[in-house]
């Protein structure tokens, strides 16, 4: 998808100075990265993690669920989700600037919680996953550019929290791996820069692409019938998330 938010894009591209980052909103002055389905989370038991509520449970998502509710998102937001449940993804990455790191779930933080990291009953998979980027960027792995991170990745909410972020979504909603990528500190850099960021970038996208072949793939079949069956459901023994 080459970008999200054409309203923003435009209204940046029209403008001489863009210190003030008003491409961020869509004509309705929204930020579309703060319109997805928001997600209560709770503390995990036993573990030094968070989990979605079961009211979330992602076995029983459908678009229909959503379209309900669609006068609470935008029309941008509404294709997104209707995009990534009629084809689901397995691993994605959204391209934001403004730092150099990639972030990944969550966003949001449990109630209660005032700081420290939002980890996921997937946090070591997120964060490999994030360390795969940014050890392939020229520049990211480093972790010393506008925003300082150690190798340059951080747990989301670690950094700054977000309700309703896109995400957050991927995660719960659809099972999909999806990570955070911030790929340069200047947020609308000149045309001249371009080339450089694509070099800077081009490793790390491969990279991460690569990344989808690990884990668990295949089909599931039924043992007698043999016929291939659709919605199934897996569960890892000691990760609070199914797939």
Same mark, same amino acid.
């Given at each position: ?12 591209? $029209? ?52 379209? $309900? ?45 005032? %700081?420290?990291? %939002? ?40 950094? $700054?929290?977000?309700? *309703?972020?896109?995400?957050?979504? %991927?995660?719960?909603?659809? %099972? ?7 790929? *340069?500190?200047? $947020? ?56």
């Amino acid at each position: 998808m080459p970008t999200m938010n054409p309203d923003g894009f435009e209204y940046e591209y $029209k403008q001489a100075n863009h210190a003030t980052g008003g491409g961020r909103v869509n004509a309705n002055h929204i930020d579309l990265n703060e319109n997805f389905p928001q997600i209560e989370l709770e503390p995990s038991s036993g573990k030094d993690e968070v989990a979605p509520k079961k009211e979330y449970n992602n076995n029983e998502n459908n678009l229909d669920k959503f379209i $309900k509710k669609q006068n609470q998102f935008q029309p941008e937001v509404q294709a997104a989700i209707h995009w990534s449940l009629t084809y689901p993804f397995v691993l994605s990455g959204n391209l934001h600037g403004g730092a150099l790191l990639a972030s990944y779930p969550f966003n949001n933080r449990a109630k209660g919680v005032a %700081s420290g990291e %939002s980890k996921s009953p997937d946090d070591s998979t997120l964060k490999m996953l994030a360390k795969a980027y940014s050890q392939a960027h020229t520049k990211m792995f480093k972790g010393d550019s506008c925003i300082i991170f150690h190798d340059g990745i951080t747990n989301s909410a670690a950094w $700054k929290v977000i309700e *309703g972020g896109m995400q957050d979504w %991927s995660y719960v909603f659809t %099972s999909d791996m999806e990570i955070t990528i911030d790929i *340069g500190c200047e $947020k609308y850099p000149n045309e001249n820069d371009l080339q450089n960021h694509w070099n800077d970038n081009k490793g790390a996208l491969l990279a991460f692409i690569t990344q989808v072949v690990h884990g668990l793939r295949g089909f599931v079949f039924d043992l007698q019938t043999k016929a291939p069956v659709s919605g199934a459901v897996i569960h890892v023994h000691g990760i609070n998330h199914n797939v």
